[in-house]
Protein backbone atom coordinates (compact mmCIF):
# COMPACT_ATOMS: atom_id res chain seq x y z
CA UNK A 1 0.00 0.00 0.00
CA UNK A 2 1.14 3.50 -0.78
CA UNK A 3 -0.74 6.68 -0.79
CA UNK A 4 0.11 10.03 0.57
CA UNK A 5 -2.88 11.71 1.08
CA UNK A 6 -5.79 11.40 3.59
CA UNK A 7 -8.94 10.72 1.28
CA UNK A 8 -6.74 8.10 -0.22
CA UNK A 9 -5.58 6.50 2.53
CA UNK A 10 -9.08 5.89 4.40
CA UNK A 11 -10.40 4.30 1.05
CA UNK A 12 -7.11 2.26 0.93
CA UNK A 13 -7.85 1.55 4.90
CA UNK A 14 -11.68 0.50 3.79
CA UNK A 15 -11.10 -1.55 1.41
CA UNK A 16 -7.80 -3.53 2.55
CA UNK A 17 -8.30 -7.21 1.37
CA UNK A 18 -4.83 -8.85 2.36
CA UNK A 19 -3.66 -10.93 5.79
CA UNK A 20 -4.89 -10.21 8.82
CA UNK A 21 -3.49 -7.28 10.80
CA UNK A 22 -3.45 -6.75 14.13
CA UNK A 23 -2.15 -3.48 15.29
CA UNK A 24 -1.90 -2.37 19.39
CA UNK A 25 -2.25 1.18 20.63
CA UNK A 26 -0.18 1.09 23.63
CA UNK A 27 -1.08 4.33 24.92
CA UNK A 28 -4.58 4.86 27.00
CA UNK A 29 -4.60 7.87 25.72
CA UNK A 30 -4.44 6.78 22.20
CA UNK A 31 -7.26 4.30 22.53
CA UNK A 32 -9.56 7.40 23.71
CA UNK A 33 -9.04 9.29 20.86
CA UNK A 34 -8.98 5.94 18.75
CA UNK A 35 -12.67 5.69 20.09
CA UNK A 36 -13.23 9.73 19.70
CA UNK A 37 -12.59 9.98 15.94
CA UNK A 38 -14.54 7.17 15.69
CA UNK A 39 -11.60 5.39 13.78
CA UNK A 40 -12.48 1.46 13.94
CA UNK A 41 -15.81 2.28 12.19
CA UNK A 42 -13.87 3.06 8.53
CA UNK A 43 -11.34 0.24 9.19
CA UNK A 44 -11.77 -2.66 7.02
CA UNK A 45 -12.42 -5.76 9.11
CA UNK A 46 -9.16 -7.35 8.31
CA UNK A 47 -7.45 -4.70 9.97
CA UNK A 48 -8.04 -5.19 14.16
CA UNK A 49 -7.01 -2.77 16.76
CA UNK A 50 -6.11 -3.68 20.08
CA UNK A 51 -6.01 -2.01 23.00
CA UNK A 52 -2.74 -2.51 25.23
CA UNK A 53 -1.66 -1.85 28.90
CA UNK A 54 -1.44 1.86 28.68
CA UNK A 55 -3.93 3.27 31.32
CA UNK A 56 -1.63 3.57 34.51
CA UNK A 57 -4.64 3.13 36.38
CA UNK A 58 -5.39 0.37 35.06
CA UNK A 59 -2.20 -1.92 35.35
CA UNK A 60 -2.04 -0.37 39.25
CA UNK A 61 -2.29 -3.62 40.82
CA UNK A 62 -4.15 -4.11 44.56
CA UNK A 63 -1.32 -4.29 46.95
CA UNK A 64 -0.64 -0.46 45.80
CA UNK A 65 -4.05 0.59 46.43
CA UNK A 66 -4.21 -1.13 49.83
CA UNK A 67 -1.25 0.59 51.06
CA UNK A 68 -2.40 4.16 49.90
CA UNK A 69 -5.92 2.96 51.84
CA UNK A 70 -3.86 1.95 54.65
CA UNK A 71 -1.68 5.31 54.86
CA UNK A 72 -5.02 7.23 54.89
CA UNK A 73 -5.97 5.82 57.99
CA UNK A 74 -3.03 6.02 59.98
CA UNK A 75 -3.33 9.29 62.20
CA UNK A 76 -2.18 12.64 61.06
CA UNK A 77 -1.48 11.63 57.57
CA UNK A 78 -3.19 12.09 54.62
CA UNK A 79 -2.64 10.29 50.36
CA UNK A 80 -2.83 12.96 47.81
CA UNK A 81 -3.51 11.77 45.06
CA UNK A 82 -4.52 12.91 41.14
CA UNK A 83 -7.82 11.91 39.51
CA UNK A 84 -9.17 8.69 38.40
CA UNK A 85 -7.34 6.62 41.47
CA UNK A 86 -9.45 7.81 43.90
CA UNK A 87 -12.06 5.49 42.65
CA UNK A 88 -10.25 2.26 41.70
CA UNK A 89 -11.00 -0.93 44.22
CA UNK A 90 -7.90 -2.34 46.14
CA UNK A 91 -8.96 -6.06 47.79
CA UNK A 92 -11.91 -4.28 49.78
CA UNK A 93 -12.23 -0.79 49.32
CA UNK A 94 -10.89 2.25 47.30
CA UNK A 95 -9.20 5.36 48.66
CA UNK A 96 -13.11 7.06 47.58
CA UNK A 97 -14.42 4.00 50.24
CA UNK A 98 -12.14 4.76 52.49
CA UNK A 99 -12.32 8.50 52.83
CA UNK A 100 -16.48 8.33 52.87
CA UNK A 101 -15.71 6.27 56.54
CA UNK A 102 -13.14 9.23 57.46
CA UNK A 103 -9.89 8.52 55.82
CA UNK A 104 -7.97 11.20 54.99
CA UNK A 105 -7.55 11.95 50.77
CA UNK A 106 -7.22 14.56 49.26
CA UNK A 107 -7.21 15.24 44.75
CA UNK A 108 -4.45 17.79 43.94
CA UNK A 109 -4.42 18.61 40.39
CA UNK A 110 -0.92 19.76 40.52
CA UNK A 111 2.20 18.45 41.54
CA UNK A 112 3.24 21.98 42.84
CA UNK A 113 0.08 21.95 45.45
CA UNK A 114 1.61 18.65 47.21
CA UNK A 115 4.39 21.08 48.41
CA UNK A 116 2.42 23.77 49.38
CA UNK A 117 0.40 21.61 51.44
CA UNK A 118 3.40 20.27 52.97
CA UNK A 119 5.18 23.60 53.72
CA UNK A 120 1.64 25.04 54.95
CA UNK A 121 1.30 21.95 57.62
CA UNK A 122 4.62 21.03 58.85
CA UNK A 123 3.87 18.82 61.54
CA UNK A 124 1.05 16.71 59.46
CA UNK A 125 2.28 13.95 57.25
CA UNK A 126 1.42 13.78 53.37
CA UNK A 127 1.73 10.85 50.67
CA UNK A 128 1.46 11.42 47.42
CA UNK A 129 0.10 8.47 45.27
CA UNK A 130 3.22 8.48 42.34
CA UNK A 131 1.41 6.21 39.39
CA UNK A 132 2.42 6.37 35.83
CA UNK A 133 4.65 5.71 32.95
CA UNK A 134 7.68 7.44 31.88
CA UNK A 135 5.46 10.62 31.17
CA UNK A 136 4.70 11.18 34.55
CA UNK A 137 7.96 10.18 36.13
CA UNK A 138 9.51 13.33 35.49
CA UNK A 139 6.44 15.55 37.28
CA UNK A 140 7.73 13.43 40.52
CA UNK A 141 11.26 13.94 40.52
CA UNK A 142 10.26 17.59 40.57
CA UNK A 143 8.46 17.22 43.69
CA UNK A 144 11.19 15.90 45.04
CA UNK A 145 13.95 18.18 43.53
CA UNK A 146 11.62 21.32 45.30
CA UNK A 147 10.69 19.47 48.86
CA UNK A 148 14.82 18.51 49.32
CA UNK A 149 15.17 22.84 47.91
CA UNK A 150 12.92 23.68 50.49
CA UNK A 151 14.27 21.63 53.53
CA UNK A 152 10.61 19.22 53.05
CA UNK A 153 10.26 16.46 55.22
CA UNK A 154 6.40 15.46 55.59
CA UNK A 155 5.96 14.73 51.82
CA UNK A 156 6.60 10.86 50.79
CA UNK A 157 5.64 9.61 47.44
CA UNK A 158 3.99 5.88 47.18
CA UNK A 159 5.52 4.67 43.87
CA UNK A 160 3.58 2.81 40.91
CA UNK A 161 5.83 3.86 38.20
CA UNK A 162 6.48 1.97 34.96
CA UNK A 163 7.98 1.60 31.32
CA UNK A 164 6.80 0.86 28.05
CA UNK A 165 9.66 -1.15 26.78
CA UNK A 166 9.78 -4.23 28.68
CA UNK A 167 5.57 -4.54 28.94
CA UNK A 168 5.67 -4.33 24.98
CA UNK A 169 8.02 -7.01 24.79
CA UNK A 170 6.20 -8.93 27.64
CA UNK A 171 2.97 -8.36 25.41
CA UNK A 172 5.14 -9.58 22.23
CA UNK A 173 6.72 -12.74 23.95
CA UNK A 174 3.42 -13.79 25.51
CA UNK A 175 1.51 -14.78 22.54
CA UNK A 176 0.21 -11.08 22.03
CA UNK A 177 -0.15 -11.56 18.23
CA UNK A 178 0.42 -8.18 17.49
CA UNK A 179 2.03 -6.88 13.84
CA UNK A 180 2.32 -3.35 14.49
CA UNK A 181 2.25 -0.99 17.41
CA UNK A 182 1.66 2.62 17.70
CA UNK A 183 4.40 3.96 19.89
CA UNK A 184 2.68 5.77 22.48
CA UNK A 185 2.96 9.35 21.37
CA UNK A 186 3.29 11.40 25.47
CA UNK A 187 6.18 8.67 26.37
CA UNK A 188 7.79 8.80 23.15
CA UNK A 189 8.03 12.73 23.87
CA UNK A 190 10.33 11.83 26.91
CA UNK A 191 12.23 9.00 26.06
CA UNK A 192 12.58 9.74 21.92
CA UNK A 193 11.42 7.50 19.56
CA UNK A 194 14.82 6.06 19.50
CA UNK A 195 14.14 3.54 21.79
CA UNK A 196 11.14 2.08 19.84
CA UNK A 197 13.39 2.21 16.96
CA UNK A 198 15.65 -0.78 19.48
CA UNK A 199 12.37 -2.31 19.78
CA UNK A 200 11.26 -2.97 16.54
CA UNK A 201 14.85 -4.41 15.64
CA UNK A 202 14.90 -6.39 18.98
CA UNK A 203 11.22 -7.95 17.53
CA UNK A 204 11.24 -7.67 14.31
CA UNK A 205 7.98 -5.99 14.48
CA UNK A 206 7.29 -2.04 13.17
CA UNK A 207 6.46 0.27 15.43
CA UNK A 208 4.95 4.46 14.20
CA UNK A 209 4.89 7.21 16.72
CA UNK A 210 1.45 8.97 16.28
CA UNK A 211 -0.07 12.06 17.80
CA UNK A 212 -3.08 12.31 18.86
CA UNK A 213 -5.19 13.63 16.20
CA UNK A 214 -7.91 11.39 13.95
CA UNK A 215 -6.07 12.25 10.79
CA UNK A 216 -2.55 11.67 11.93
CA UNK A 217 -3.99 8.08 13.85
CA UNK A 218 -5.01 6.91 10.21
CA UNK A 219 -1.77 7.34 8.66
CA UNK A 220 -0.19 5.68 11.49
CA UNK A 221 -2.30 3.01 10.90
CA UNK A 222 -1.77 2.75 7.17
CA UNK A 223 1.75 3.13 7.21
CA UNK A 224 2.24 -0.22 10.28
CA UNK A 225 -0.42 -2.25 7.81
CA UNK A 226 2.24 -1.48 4.95
CA UNK A 227 5.13 -2.12 6.88
CA UNK A 228 3.79 -5.70 8.39
CA UNK A 229 6.08 -8.84 8.39
CA UNK A 230 8.90 -5.83 8.91
CA UNK A 231 10.76 -3.77 11.72
CA UNK A 232 11.02 -0.46 11.03
CA UNK A 233 9.97 2.87 13.02
CA UNK A 234 8.09 5.62 11.30
CA UNK A 235 7.73 8.81 13.49
CA UNK A 236 4.55 11.01 12.72
CA UNK A 237 4.95 13.06 15.23
CA UNK A 238 7.71 14.93 14.78
CA UNK A 239 6.41 18.56 16.14
CA UNK A 240 6.49 16.75 19.78
CA UNK A 241 8.98 13.75 19.50
CA UNK A 242 12.96 13.41 18.78
CA UNK A 243 15.07 10.77 18.24
CA UNK A 244 16.56 11.86 21.62
CA UNK A 245 13.66 12.56 23.31
CA UNK A 246 13.47 15.19 26.36
CA UNK A 247 16.99 15.16 28.02
CA UNK A 248 16.47 17.16 30.78
CA UNK A 249 13.35 15.52 32.02
CA UNK A 250 15.26 12.02 31.25
CA UNK A 251 17.85 13.44 33.39
CA UNK A 252 15.90 14.90 36.44
CA UNK A 253 14.65 10.89 36.44
CA UNK A 254 17.44 9.28 36.42
CA UNK A 255 18.86 11.71 39.09
CA UNK A 256 16.28 10.38 41.88
CA UNK A 257 15.07 7.02 40.20
CA UNK A 258 16.09 3.91 39.30
CA UNK A 259 14.86 1.00 37.37
CA UNK A 260 13.38 -1.45 39.15
CA UNK A 261 11.10 -4.92 38.75
CA UNK A 262 6.97 -4.08 38.81
CA UNK A 263 3.91 -6.07 39.03
CA UNK A 264 1.35 -5.57 36.43
CA UNK A 265 -2.13 -5.93 36.68
CA UNK A 266 -2.68 -9.30 34.42
CA UNK A 267 1.31 -10.12 33.70
CA UNK A 268 2.46 -10.44 37.38
CA UNK A 269 6.20 -9.37 37.96
CA UNK A 270 8.02 -7.79 34.99
CA UNK A 271 11.65 -7.33 35.36
CA UNK A 272 13.17 -3.89 35.11
CA UNK A 273 9.74 -2.82 33.85
CA UNK A 274 9.31 0.18 37.00
CA UNK A 275 10.99 2.64 38.49
CA UNK A 276 11.53 3.40 42.26
CA UNK A 277 13.24 5.95 44.41
CA UNK A 278 16.96 5.55 44.48
CA UNK A 279 18.46 4.27 47.69
CA UNK A 280 20.10 7.77 48.65
CA UNK A 281 16.54 9.47 48.31
CA UNK A 282 14.55 6.97 50.08
CA UNK A 283 13.50 8.46 52.76
CA UNK A 284 10.84 10.02 50.85
CA UNK A 285 9.36 6.65 50.16
CA UNK A 286 6.02 5.81 51.80
CA UNK A 287 6.78 1.73 51.71
CA UNK A 288 6.74 1.24 48.08
CA UNK A 289 8.56 -1.65 47.43
CA UNK A 290 7.10 -5.43 47.28
CA UNK A 291 3.70 -3.91 46.73
CA UNK A 292 3.31 -7.00 44.30
CA UNK A 293 0.13 -8.20 45.08
CA UNK A 294 -3.10 -8.54 42.97
CA UNK A 295 -6.99 -9.26 43.78
CA UNK A 296 -8.70 -8.58 41.14
CA UNK A 297 -12.77 -7.53 41.44
CA UNK A 298 -14.53 -10.79 40.95
CA UNK A 299 -16.07 -11.84 37.62
CA UNK A 300 -13.56 -8.63 36.13
CA UNK A 301 -11.44 -9.58 33.31
CA UNK A 302 -9.44 -6.25 33.22
CA UNK A 303 -6.46 -8.64 33.27
CA UNK A 304 -7.26 -10.10 29.78
CA UNK A 305 -8.15 -7.13 28.34
CA UNK A 306 -5.25 -5.20 29.58
CA UNK A 307 -3.12 -7.42 27.29
CA UNK A 308 -5.26 -7.94 24.35
CA UNK A 309 -6.43 -11.13 24.84
CA UNK A 310 -10.08 -9.82 25.24
CA UNK A 311 -12.35 -7.00 24.07
CA UNK A 312 -13.82 -4.72 26.95
CA UNK A 313 -17.00 -5.90 25.70
CA UNK A 314 -16.47 -9.61 25.64
CA UNK A 315 -16.74 -9.30 29.44
CA UNK A 316 -19.65 -10.74 30.64
CA UNK A 317 -19.93 -7.76 33.00
CA UNK A 318 -19.37 -4.80 30.38
CA UNK A 319 -22.45 -2.73 30.32
CA UNK A 320 -24.23 -4.48 32.84
CA UNK A 321 -22.75 -4.55 36.49
CA UNK A 322 -19.99 -2.82 35.50
CA UNK A 323 -20.55 1.03 33.67
CA UNK A 324 -18.82 4.38 34.37
CA UNK A 325 -20.98 5.58 37.08
CA UNK A 326 -20.44 2.14 38.58
CA UNK A 327 -17.61 0.97 37.51
CA UNK A 328 -16.65 -2.68 39.07
CA UNK A 329 -13.05 -2.58 37.84
CA UNK A 330 -10.23 -0.40 36.82
CA UNK A 331 -10.81 -0.71 32.99
CA UNK A 332 -13.30 1.52 33.45
CA UNK A 333 -12.70 3.85 36.53
CA UNK A 334 -10.16 5.62 33.79
CA UNK A 335 -10.79 8.03 31.31
CA UNK A 336 -8.01 6.39 29.76
CA UNK A 337 -9.01 2.47 30.72
CA UNK A 338 -10.22 0.40 27.25
CA UNK A 339 -13.62 -0.49 28.84
CA UNK A 340 -14.56 3.35 29.46
CA UNK A 341 -13.46 4.20 26.09
CA UNK A 342 -15.51 1.37 24.34
CA UNK A 343 -18.94 1.98 27.00
CA UNK A 344 -18.70 5.82 26.02
CA UNK A 345 -17.89 5.54 22.24
CA UNK A 346 -19.50 2.40 21.34
CA UNK A 347 -16.77 1.20 19.87
CA UNK A 348 -16.55 -2.77 18.76
FE1 LIG B 1 -13.51 -5.35 34.49
FE2 LIG B 1 -15.69 -3.89 34.05
FE3 LIG B 1 -13.91 -4.11 32.14
FE4 LIG B 1 -15.37 -6.21 32.84
S1 LIG B 1 -16.14 -4.35 31.92
S2 LIG B 1 -13.17 -6.16 32.42
S3 LIG B 1 -15.61 -5.86 35.04
S4 LIG B 1 -13.59 -3.13 34.12
Redesign the pocket.
Known amino acids: MTATNLETIVKALKEYDGDEVRIMEVCGTHTAAISENGIPSILSPKIKLISGPGCPVCVTVTAVIDKLVELSKQDNTTVLTFGDLIRVKGTDKSLADAKAEGASVKMVYSPMETIKLAKEHPDHTFVFAAIGFETTTPVYAMVIEEAMRENIKNLKLLTSLKTMPEVIRWVVNNGGGVDGFIAPGHVAAVTGSNIFKQLSDELNIPFVVSGFEGGQLLMTIYALVSMKGKSGIRNLYKSVVTNEGNLKAKELVNKYFEPSDSSWRGMGKIKGSGMVLREKYREFDAGSIGLDEDHM ?1 K ?4 AS ?1 LVGKVK ?1 YE ?1 P ?2 GKN ?1 TPDN ?6 VSTEGS ?1 YNYFVSGRR
Open positions: PGCSCVPCLFCAHGACMC
